[in-house]
């Protein structure tokens, strides 16, 4: 006899044991006693209800939302007024209780045992046989959570994190497949056809959520796809918006693709922690262009990406904030319809609405600035662009953003002095914006232009104008601005300001 595998000392642990062991269970005409008449007890008759069940309620005092749910449905519901008796039991599969008193609940738990029913009392595990789990519903597709009573909360927040990364037409999909695998079968003889199929699906159902309606001619569509004899994958190419850095601020949407990628390219804005959030299978490769250094040349990246598309992959372009603000995208996109690359943009928060909700702060206001502009000050050399339109900059009903102005901040301020804008206009430097190590400058334009320091070794963004003036509680004064970092604000003198180093606290 050869010998084990895996002497018995090492054998790998299988599963850890389960408290309970989550069960789907078809209650279809089945009889379901429920005692009592909360509210609590009215959401638990909704959901047996759903599923199918023939419920029975004994309730003396009926809340007015049990009552509404039992007139909603009277095929599955009936509701009785009084206590109940031993009888109720007879040909019950499951009886559930809502009994406070310790006794009585061990009385009622008994007798429904005695006639094999699966027992639950609300709130008292002791007398229960099953708990009801949280549930994410994209019937046919159902997600039970359970902590085992540890911790209820904590079942609530699994269940909006996973409710946030399915999509709502997710059942309408797997609907869809159920009543379709009969004629994928006919399309599709072959096995590793029907496999290209479910992938297909796969990617389909989770990154096209709102495309979900035709889906009879989607999965046709899909179904020859694989099985044609030109079956290699039809690549295609996402540009992504990211955000601007904190993972909380990505899209749904994004968080699906990311989830749904082959490959990621990506620049260097991204942060680690959204690429944490991608499928772990997924290819990275990282294309980010240093400053005004051209250490990755677009038309490569364009290539790169429109090559990937080409050889069936599915590309995720990944780009820092929105990608239609300052991120090349038009000529993205301009390559891949020229290479017949299919392409779809999936938008992100851009640095500027990141930027005024971490101050509190409104890019508008109906008194004082109608028009908001967002402005690279950066040419393909690095310095200030010659084509300013230096009327809107001297705008002050505007608010204005700067994108990439570290290196020309206090040329760019002096030309708008120059052509008129207020020089005690407010403004507030911001680098690393939604990162742990945000930190916010503000002071003024006339400051600005005097080559005041900007705060931050990291990517960074101005706002000038009068929307985005320091708190109220921190009043800017003649000799001084104010600087925050991670949320602590101080104030610094206008001869620290001179110094090299303003921020290094
Ligand atoms: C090529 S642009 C990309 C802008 C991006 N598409 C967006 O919508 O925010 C890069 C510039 O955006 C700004 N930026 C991007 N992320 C930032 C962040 N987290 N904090 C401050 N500025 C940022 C900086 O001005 C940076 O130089």
New binding site residues.
Partial sequence: MNAPLWPDDRRPARLNALPKLPVFVDLAGRSILVVGGSDGIAWKVELLAAAGGAVRILAEDPSPELRAVVRNDPKHLTLVQRTWREMDLAGVSVAIADIEDGQDAATFAEAARRRGALVNIVDQPAFCDFQFGTIVNRAPVIVSISTDGAAPILGQAIRRRIEAVLPSSLGAWAQAAKDFRDRLREIVPSKPGRRRFWERFVDGAFANGSQGRNLDGTLDRLAHEAGGEASARRGEVVIV?AG??DPELLTLKAMRELQAADVIVYDR?VTPAILELARREARRVHVGKEGHSASCRQEDINALIVDLALAGECVVRL?????A???RTGEEVAACRDAGVPVRIVP?I???SA?AASLNASLTHRDHAQRVQFITAHDRHGDLPENLNLAALADPQATTIV???RRTASKLATRMIESGLPPATPVVA??????DDQENTHSTVKDVARGIPLPGA????IAIGASVAAPPECPLHASSTFTARNGQRRFVSKSELSAPTLVGH
Wanted: charged share 10%.
């Fill in positions: 918006g601007p850095g804005l780009k820092g904030g929105d990608p603000v300052f991120g992100g851009t640095t500027a930027a994108y990439m102005g911001i680098s690393n914006v939604s990162r990291g990517p960074l963004i």
